[in-house]
């Protein structure tokens, strides 16, 4: 017997610190004007690159980016340092990664009305781990105090549409009755706050959803469908991982930290994306001008507005297109969900909506779902 799934409750934890773009200009520029000085005889001579400033009004039109939130503010706009300064704790101390997300867990927990003992399974879907073990999932459901089993997944900025899409694959099965999918994202960390082009893209924060077995929701969203996709593409990458410590070269490469050919990603993911979604919502038998709300990923403002347009056939209103970007920036895996989370309750019965995310990897994820009574 199959059982329909329901995203019956979300959670959302934001980092108190917050970054605004002036604040990172002000940091590049700074370290642009010195790396500038001290290689001026080999830029003079074309050996070295120089460094281009950076400025607001760049980051506003590139991304839509306005600020973001991060776990650490003194470090990014330190212009000797440039990254977040996170101190290791000891073993015994729970990780910031999983105090994240168990923050997040337990705000959705709490929406959800129900014990935690009542959830089968958690899942830790996010771009990043903190460690390779043990998993951050499996210390999240300690510290909730949740049975069952629990597991980590990465499909980098689709890793939400891919936990939701296993949650409710579990639920179908008769595997678990309800599933805690989280997604900590501390993008800070894998940021390259010296390169121009990038160092303003990320913010930090962690979210929550619980999917359950509709005879057992109260409300929520009833999950219509899912579907994953991937495509294997170099055009984002990241390269840490712990085969570095054994690579001649070391892990000083800024191939380590994320990098992208930006125009490539746009001009490659979104015709696959929109694309996917109009398939997909034909296999459904839904139209996709009925569509109230489309939450996104998070990445890009004109990615997300040219999507919109493909998939609605029209300009879509700032109420249909939901944008968090300028307050959130990009958030990986978390910015479809921060959306959805932000901007549903006012939602009616019936009304349907689009949960869609899509980065590294290439991946996609199609999450449609209808709100229930």
């Known amino acids: 017997m199959s059982h329909q799934a329901v995203i019956a409750a979300t959670g959302l934890y934001t980092p108190p610190q917050a970054v605004s773009n002036e604040e990172l200009v002000e ?30 009004e760049f980051i506003v039109k590139a991304s839509g980016i306005r600020s973001r939130h991060v776990v650490d ?11 977040p300064i996170i101190p290791e704790r000891p073993n015994e101390q729970i990780s910031v990664m999983a105090e994240m997300a168990v923050d997040a867990a337990r705000q959705a927990i709490a929406r959800w009305g129900k014990p935690a003992s009542r959830i089968d399974a958690v899942l830790c879907a996010a771009s990043n781990m903190q460690r390779a073990y043990p998993a951050m999932s499996i210390e999240v459901q300690e510290a909730l105090g949740i049975g069952g089993f629990a597991f980590d997944m990465n499909v980098a900025c689709s890793s939400a549409t891919f936990g939701i899409k296993t949650a409710a694959d579990f639920i179908a099965a008769g595997s678990a009755r309800a599933v805690l999918m989280v997604n900590p994202e501390i993008c800070s960390g894998h940021l390259n ?16 959803v619980i999917v359950e077995r509709a005879e057992d929701a109260t409300g929520g969203w009833d999950i219509l469908g899912t579907r994953l996709k991937t495509v294997f593409s170099n055009n984002i990458r990241n390269n840490f991982g712990f085969l570095n410590r054994a690579a001649p070269e070391g892990v000083g490469k800024p191939d380590k930290l994320f990098v992208q050919e930006g125009r490539k990603v746009f001009r490659e993911v979104v015709p696959m994306v929109s694309e996917m979604i109009l398939d997909h919502a034909g296999e459904l038998g839904l139209q996709p001008a009925a569509l109230k709300r489309l939450w996104l990923h998070q ?3 004109n ?13 879509p209103t700032p109420e249909e297109n939901v944008i968090i970007l300028d307050e959130y920036a990009n958030t990986s895996s978390a910015g479809s969900i921060i959306a959805f989370h932000s901007h549903s309750d006012d939602m009616a019965a019936g009304d ?4 869609c995310s899509f980065g590294a990897g290439y991946s996609a994820g199609t999450v449609f779902v209808r709100k229930r009574g």
């Open 303 to 315: 990615m997300n507005e040219m999507i919109g347009r493909k998939v609605l056939g029209r300009e």
């Open 352 to 355: 349907l909506g689009l949960i």
């Open 27 to 56: 940091t590049f520029n700074a370290f642009a004007e010195r790396f500038n000085a001290a290689n001026a005889e080999a830029i003079a001579a074309g050996e070295v690159q120089a460094q281009t400033p950076s400025s607001a």
């Open 73 to 83: 503010k003194a470090g990014i706009v330190d212009p000797e340092i440039m990254r």
């Open 299 to 301: 990445a890009n403002i």
């Open 193 to 208: 706050f010296r390169d121009r082009d990038s160092h303003f893209i990320f913010g930090d924060v962690a979210t929550a």
